[in-house]
């Protein structure tokens, strides 16, 4: 296959999947920004291919296009109960964005969030985390808190919780940590 061939698939595809409603789910950028890229890409493609392999890019391209899931991933599921007085009920992303942003307003107040399990090891506290992804699997990295329970916690690794607990601001090892105190861990239904 020849570059203007690939062109011309990829355009294909990019086009397809803009008017079948999967470029909204793949991408943030809008359908006609996306559906203009494949067009663009046709066009630039149809010059000085032959008819035969045009068609037969286009026509791959489109049914590739077509193939890609148009659904968008669901959101994440959080277990959250009554609160008491005084008690902040938050999405651990939403937590930690807030944080980021003034971390004295959260500084001693009680907060709900999910995530998976790890316990305490040598290495280092006991955390609820999420994983994010920006690309790939290889970028993947777990954000979260690290986790001081008030008792014991008898949850094994990678379980899914929920952990409710006093958010403190810490300096371990040189580095800010967001930390749960006084916690209480329980595990939660699947997500």
């Known amino acids: 296959m020849n570059v203007r061939a690939a062109l011309a698939f990829a ?5 397809a999947a803009a008017l079948d409603g999967a470029a909204r789910a793949l991408t943030a950028a809008p359908p006609a920004l996306t559906l203009c890229a494949g067009v663009a890409l046709i066009v630039i493609a149809s010059q000085g291919l032959a008819r035969r392999t045009f068609a037969l890019a286009l026509l791959g391209g489109a049914c590739a296009g077509l193939w890609l899931s148009s ?11 009554r609160a008491p007085r005084g008690h902040v009920a938050a999405d651990l992303f939403d937590a930690l964005d807030a944080l980021d942003a003034n971390p004295a307003a959260f500084d001693a107040r009680t907060i709900t969030v999910s ?8 290495r280092g506290a ?33 379980a899914w919780v929920g952990v409710s607990g006093r958010v403190r601001v810490r300096l371990r090892n ?16 699947p997500r």
């Open 11 to 15: 355009g294909s595809a990019t086009a």
């Open 71 to 81: 659904a968008a991933p669901s959101g994440p599921r959080d277990v959250i109960a």
């Open 115 to 122: 995530g998976t399990w790890t316990p305490a090891s040598a």
């Open 126 to 158: 006991a955390s609820v985390s999420r994983r994010v992804m920006s690309c790939c699997a290889a970028d993947a990295v777990d954000v979260g808190f690290d986790v001081a329970p008030n008792a014991a916690a008898h949850v094994r690794a990678g």
């Open 174 to 189: 040189g580095e800010m940590r967001y930390e749960l105190g006084g916690a209480v861990v329980v595990p939660a239904p």
